[in-house]
C-alpha cells in the first residue's frame, strides 16, 4: 500500500472515530418550551446588576411587543444598570458614550415586518418570516458595501426576547468529525497577520500558536482575530479616520497577555459548538433548530462552565462597581445561574487594560450572553468555509475525501428572496444620520 494511502486511510479511520466522540460530546436538550406567545413584560425579575446594553434592548423589544393592536409606540427609553428606566429618547435613535470614547448610536425602526437597525458599523436590515410554522428573523448585514446574510429564531426565555442563530448550511458529518478530532501531528502554520493594523494594534495582548495540534485551536485563534479585526475597524469608522488613527496606532494594554490555558478554555468551546451544530446537522435540513436547546437555555442548564468571547464593549457590574468588558475580552459562568435570574456571574478569564480586572466576577445580561454565543457561532461558520478550503495548503494536513463535499444550504434559507436592492442605501442613510 502507497504511504498516501495509508495517510488518508489514517485520516477515514480517525474521521470516523472523532464523529463517535463527537456525538458523544453533545449535552442532552434543556428542558425548556417557548411560550406560542410573548410573556408579561418584566416577567422573572431582575437579580443585582440589571441589565446591560443589549439586555436593555431586549426589554425594548418585549416592551414593543405588547402595544395594543392599531396603537403606536410614544416613546422608547434606555435601561440603567438597575433595570430602572434612565432616559427616555424620541426618533428611535439611542445614544452611548463608552469610557474608551467611543461613540455608538444604535437605530431602531419597525416597518411592518421590517426592522433596520444599527450597531457600530454593522448596520443591517430585518426581515421577519415563517418557514414551515417556525419564525425566522433574516438579517443582511452591510460590511464595506458587501451584503451578510444572517438566520436567527425568535425564542423567549425567563421572560427575555432572544434571537437564536440558525446556521444556513451544514457540512457533512465526516467533515465536522474531522474538525473535532485532534490532527495526527501538529502542523506550522502562519496567518500573515503581521502587517495588519489591528494586529499592531492589538498584538501585545494576542499572539496566534505558532504550530496547531488540532483544529479547534486554530478555529481559537480565527476566532480571536476575526473579533479583534472587527473591533478595530468599527473604531476607525466610528471617527473621521485620521483623528481615529492617531489615537490608534498603537494600543497601550496593561494587562497579561491572554494565556494558552484561556486559549485552551476557547478551544473546548469551539469543539461544544462544533458538536452542537453536527447535532442539528444530522436533523436534516429539512428541520429547523430548536432554539431553546441550540442557544443560551441549553447552556445555563447543562452543568458546563461554558466559556463566552466578548464581541462588542458592554459595561457589566462587579464586586468593585461598574467596569468594561471588551472585544476579546474571555468571560467562563461560574456558577448555576437561578432558574428565575436575567442575569448570570461569569469570571473573567482575559482582559485588556482599563478593563475589568482579570478573575473578576462579573454580572452580564443573558441577552447579551446569547449575543456573545451567536457571534462565535457565525464566526465559527466563517472559519469551518476557511479550514475546508485551506486543507492541504500552507502545512494544514488534507481531510477525508467525505468531508470536503460542499455544505448544504438549509432549506429556510433557501426560500429567503434576496436582498431589496434599495437596503444596501437604507443602511447608509442610517451611517448618515
Known amino acids: 500500500m502507497k504511504p498516501s494511502t ?64 392599531g396603537g403606536h409606540e410614544d416613546h422608547k427609553a434606555t435601561f440603567g444598570k438597575d433595570g ?35 450597531h457600530g458599523d454593522r448596520r443591517y436590515i430585518q ?15 452591510y460590511i464595506h458595501g458587501v451584503a451578510h446574510s444572517h438566520f436567527y429564531q425568535p425564542y423567549y426565555y425567563r421572560g427575555i426576547a432572544f434571537h437564536v442563530y440558525a446556521p444556513s448550511f451544514y457540512y457533512s458529518p465526516v467533515f465536522y468529525g474531522w474538525a473535532y478530532a485532534p490532527w495526527a501531528a501538529p502542523v506550522t502554520w502562519s496567518w500573515g497577520w503581521a502587517g495588519n493594523p489591528w494586529y499592531r494594534y492589538y498584538g501585545a495582548w494576542f499572539t496566534p500558536y505558532p504550530v496547531y495540534p488540532s483544529p479547534s485551536l486554530w478555529l481559537t485563534d480565527y476566532l480571536i482575530a476575526q473579533t479583534l479585526q472587527t473591533a478595530y ?49 444530522r436533523a436534516g435540513n429539512q428541520n429547523p433548530p430548536d432554539p431553546g436547546s441550540s442557544g443560551l437555555a441549553r447552556m445555563l442548564s447543562d452543568r458546563t462552565a461554558h466559556v463566552f468571547v466578548v464581541d462588542t464593549r458592554l459595561d457589566v457590574m462587579s464586586g468593585s462597581g ?23 456571574n461569569l469570571i473573567v478569564l482575559a482582559s485588556k487594560g482599563r478593563e475589568c480586572a482579570r478573575n473578576s ?25 476557511e479550514l475546508q478550503s485551506k486543507q492541504g495548503k500552507g502545512g494544514l494536513p488534507a481531510a477525508p475525501a467525505a468531508a470536503m463535499r460542499p455544505p448544504v444550504q438549509t432549506e429556510f434559507a433557501a426560500i429567503v428572496p434576496p436582498p ?14
Open 322 to 344: 461598574t467596569c468594561s468588558i471588551g472585544e476579546g475580552d474571555v468571560i467562563q459562568l461560574v456558577e448555576q445561574t437561578p432558574s428565575n435570574a436575567v442575569n448570570a
Open 420 to 433: 431589496d436592492p434599495n437596503d444596501q442605501a437604507e443602511t447608509k442613510h442610517q451611517a448618515a444620520r
Open 127 to 141: 426581515r421577519s418570516y415563517s418557514y414551515h410554522g417556525h419564525e425566522f428573523a433574516h438579517r443582511t448585514y
Open 233 to 281: 475597524e468599527e473604531r476607525l469608522d466610528a471617527a473621521a479616520e485620521a483623528d481615529a488613527r492617531r489615537h490608534m496606532s498603537a494600543a497601550d494594554f496593561a494587562s497579561t497577555p491572554m494565556t494558552s490555558e484561556v486559549k485552551q478554555a476557547i478551544a473546548e468551546e469551539v469543539r461544544r459548538q462544533i458538536a452542537l451544530e453536527n447535532s442539528e446537522a
Open 361 to 385: 466576577i462579573v454580572t452580564v445580561g443573558l441577552a447579551d450572553l446569547q449575543e456573545m454565543q451567536n457571534h462565535m457561532r457565525e464566526t465559527l461558520d466563517q472559519g469551518l468555509a
Open 84 to 118: 430602572h428606566i434612565r432616559d427616555p429618547h424620541a426618533g428611535g435613535m439611542d445614544a452611548h458614550h463608552h469610557p474608551d470614547g467611543v461613540r455608538e448610536v444604535r437605530e431602531e425602526r419597525h416597518d411592518h415586518s421590517v426592522l433596520r437597525a444599527s
Open 6 to 69: 495509508v495517510f488518508v486511510s489514517a485520516l477515514l479511520i480517525s474521521g470516523t472515530l472523532a464523529e463517535s466522540k463527537l456525538i458523544a460530546h453533545q449535552s442532552r436538550p434543556a428542558e425548556v418550551r417557548a411560550p406560542k406567545t410573548a410573556p408579561a413584560a418584566g416577567r422573572g425579575g431582575l437579580s443585582k446588576g440589571g441589565p446591560s446594553t443589549r439586555q436593555a434592548q431586549a426589554n425594548r423589544e418585549m416592551f414593543k411587543s405588547h402595544v395594543p393592536a
